[in-house]
């Protein structure tokens, strides 16, 4: 079973309690790591469809269209998978900032010894 | 608090309901997304510590100092934090091949609309 799910070529996603896999958005143009989300089947299923990325919102309980309200969608060039298919990689063409902020990235600050530091 | 959070200098890191935060590595010399795993506090404090890679293993339920079996440890260059507090990002200089499997880095399939198909 672990074989087929490693080296198997079927998508069998490995959900975890809450319905969930992490999602991790990285830029296509410079590798970027832009955001972390987390998808259901649903998520999962729209993204592919539509090939803009679609996570489920844990705050909101909800599907969430990224960019449904900002306008900043982020176009799907590619999608990979782990090994234990609990996690989803999407190669995406932002279309404007990725985080909430305005940041173009959600990890816009460095872990130091003594705290955090703008990046 | 939110606002404190999102743009403070503070590392107050959100941990989920079961001490976990997102932890995502990538390769300092080209970006690439190695794996994703989850740190909880003592993983986080070693991995700041010791400048390797320490996770939580959910399948083991103990610390995990990634490489203490094969050897394939992580060195890391840099390490971020998101808007939000709950995932990290570690860029790291790897000592051979991240997954487990044998292979460079956990993502070695991409999602097709038909299955999977190796990369």
Partial sequence: MTD????????????????????????????????VAHMNAEALAKSMESRTAVFYSRSRQRLWQKGESSGNVLHIVDMRIDCDQDAI????????????????????????KDGLEPV
Avoid at 24 to 35: E, N, S
Wanted: net charge negative.
């Fill in 89 to 112: 990689w999407i190669i995406a063409e932002p279309q404007g900032p990725s985080c909430h902020t305005g940041a173009r990235s959600c990890f816009y600050r460095r872990i130091n």
């Fill in 4 to 35: 087929e799910i490693e080296t198997g070529l079927t998508l069998t996603p490995k959900f975890d309690a809450n319905g969930l896999l992490t999602a991790v958005v990285t830029d296509a143009a410079d590798g970027a790591l832009l955001m």
